[in-house]
């Protein structure tokens, strides 16, 4: 069964040193693996996507994440953390397959905080 | 222009009642889905449509009924209300939902309390 791993709870960074927050995933074949982040009540919001080609993908905000296929990893990556940054962060994959493709799996979520 | 709505942005009710949620999206997408973040912040999809047609039922109580009068609204109506429906509930659309690689926009989520 697909799933999605993010096993920080929660990250504490200060402001201006480089971030990682991290996702492991499990899927069969290829995965299409996205991050999202949600600030204090609201909706998510997409940051990037890794769908096929370079494995280091650029996104929103200055986020980047890097997709490793031996460890099954995709993790987010800032090289330097604002205070703005802090907020919940999740890692989603979308098995691409046609049965199933519509769905989005969820990792449970981890909390960054920037402090200044 | 907000490109995923949802109304109300929150909704306290009492159990047994039967409440409705709305959603709609004006970026011309083809699927639209209901999330629901639990309180541990967990998210897990409850239903998908695509122009018009569900398809996605993840084992949702029956008392959970989505209805799509057109490709872009997508209304999620519950009965007979019980506590552990307290959540925040999310929808979503993304364009073309059988192409994997695009990402979903979410709306603001309604939170729902039920007492």
């Known amino acids: 069964a697909q799933s999605v791993a993010q096993p920080e709870d929660q990250v504490n960074v200060a402001e201006g040193n480089p971030l990682t927050v991290k996702c492991t995933y499990s899927v069969s074949g290829n995965p299409y693996l996205f991050w999202y982040v949600q600030y204090p009540n609201r909706g998510l919001q997409f940051l990037l996507k890794y769908i096929t080609g370079d494995n280091l993908v650029k996104g929103s905000y200055g986020f980047e994440a890097e997709f490793n296929k031996s460890q099954t990893s995709f993790h987010l990556k800032k090289p330097s953390a604002l205070v703005s940054d802090s907020a919940l962060y999740f890692c989603a994959v979308r098995d691409p397959r046609m049965d199933s493709s519509y769905k989005l799996i969820f990792g449970s979520g981890t909390r960054l905080l920037v402090r200044p | ?115």
């Open chain 2, 1 to 115: 222009d907000t490109a995923v709505s949802q109304t109300p942005k929150y909704l306290v009710t009492q159990m047994g009642n039967d409440k409705s949620i709305k959603c709609e999206q004006n970026l011309g997408h083809d699927t639209m889905y209901w999330y629901k973040q639990d309180s541990k912040k967990f998210l897990k999809i409850m239903f998908s449509y695509n122009n018009k047609e569900l398809i996605i039922n993840e084992t949702v109580p029956n008392r959970f009924s989505p209805k799509s009068p057109d490709k872009a609204h997508l209304n999620l109506h519950i009965n007979s209300l019980e506590l552990g429906d307290s959540a925040v509930y999310f929808c979503a659309s993304s364009p073309l939902g059988g192409t994997p690689g695009y990402e979903q926009y979410f709306g603001p989520g309604t939170r729902l309390t039920v007492t």
